[in-house]
């Protein structure tokens, strides 16, 4: 095999290259992972009580320092009572993965315990439902008002000396006002997005609006072609792939900001499923809901990525991906 071809500067990787090391990206974590959770010698700094012998207050499946049952187990020993027993076992917030699968199954089929708990999907789909109305809203403003401030100079130094102001406000200081406008429902929620991702946004897609080669700009000019043409016919076919390509990455950004933001107001969605499980030390059901978000925004990017390549044909760096 040609290690130098594994490791060449910039240059495209072969698919089935790209496969390997795609797949190695998500086996690697997994590996080490598995290491953790069920090799006592690498890291286990608890014990998991299986009998309690006679030490009043151990119980079990009881979780304890390996000192305090050392401790406890050399005292049972010197008096001649009954000795405890265990295995070596990791904390409680960090199960094995097989525990993790098993509640990511459950979340889906078994009610929840809590009465007023949400299965996993339905905690999911109304958060989705907050992200796409946050970013479809950022979006319509944010995209018009980028291009245009990367198009025209005077719209640029009109705005955007505010925007960047306004970038470094974070989004969750304004929740409590948010609340006190909206209601405590999902507005507030919506708007938190909203404000983590406009701001941002304008100038991200302002930027990526004046990277157009100029020289296109320019023959449309000296062939006579209209502002209002000029906008729609050259510098929107342009910029077009490379903004969708930073929407994707902008979206991302979104369900950071959902996090925080479905803390204000009601209780609802991914964050209080994952509260709630935390509460009550289930932790296998925070990672399962963790998880979810991960795989669910993965697959939402590889989703739009194909329908990029669809989109955009015309476009080499959008067919690479």
């Known amino acids: 095999m040609n290690t130098s071809s594994w490791f060449a500067v910039r240059?495209?990787?072969?698919?089935?290259?790209?496969?390997?090391?795609?797949?190695?990206?998500?086996?690697?974590?997994?590996?080490?992972?598995?290491?953790?959770?069920?090799?006592?010698?690498?890291?286990?700094?608890k014990v998991l009580i299986s009998n309690p012998g006679d030490v009043d207050y151990f119980q079990v499946g009881m979780l304890v320092d390996k000192a305090t049952f050392r401790d406890e187990l050399s005292n049972m020993q010197s008096t001649g009572k009954i000795a405890p027993q265990g295995q070596p076992a990791n904390p409680i917030y960090l199960p094995a993965p097989h525990e993790v699968a098993k509640a990511f199954y459950t979340g889906f089929t078994a009610a929840p315990e809590q009465h007023d708990g949400q299965r996993l999907h339905e905690s999911l789909w109304h958060s989705i439902r907050i992200i796409f109305w946050g970013f479809v809203i950022s979006s319509l403003i944010g995209v018009p008002l980028g291009i245009l401030c990367g198009t025209y100079s005077a719209v640029s130094r009109l705005n955007e000396p505010f925007v960047e102001f306004f970038r470094y406000l974070p989004a969750p200081a304004f929740g409590a006002l948010a609340v006190a406008i909206l209601g405590i429902y999902d507005g507030p929620k919506i708007a938190i997005i909203v404000i983590g991702t406009l701001f941002q946004q304008i100038l991200i897609i302002a930027n990526t609006t004046r990277k157009l080669d100029y020289a296109l700009i320019e023959a449309a000019m000296t062939l006579g072609t209209g502002r209002i043409k000029l906008l729609f016919r050259v510098i929107l076919p342009g910029v077009l792939p490379d903004i969708y390509r930073d929407q994707r990455i902008l979206l991302g950004w979104a369900w950071t900001y959902l996090i925080v933001a479905e803390l204000i107001g009601t209780s609802s969605g991914i964050t209080w499923f994952i509260t709630q499980q935390a509460r009550y030390q289930h932790f296998d059901n925070v990672y399962a809901a963790i998880f979810m978000i991960g795989f669910l925004g993965l697959g939402g990017d590889l989703l739009l990525a194909a329908l990029g390549k669809r989109l955009f044909r015309w476009n080499l760096s959008a067919n690479k991906e």
């Open 11 to 45: 240059r495209e990787l072969p698919q089935n290259k790209k496969t390997i090391l795609g797949v190695a990206s998500f086996l690697f974590p997994l590996l080490i992972w598995c290491m953790v959770s069920y090799l006592p010698f690498i890291w286990h700094p």
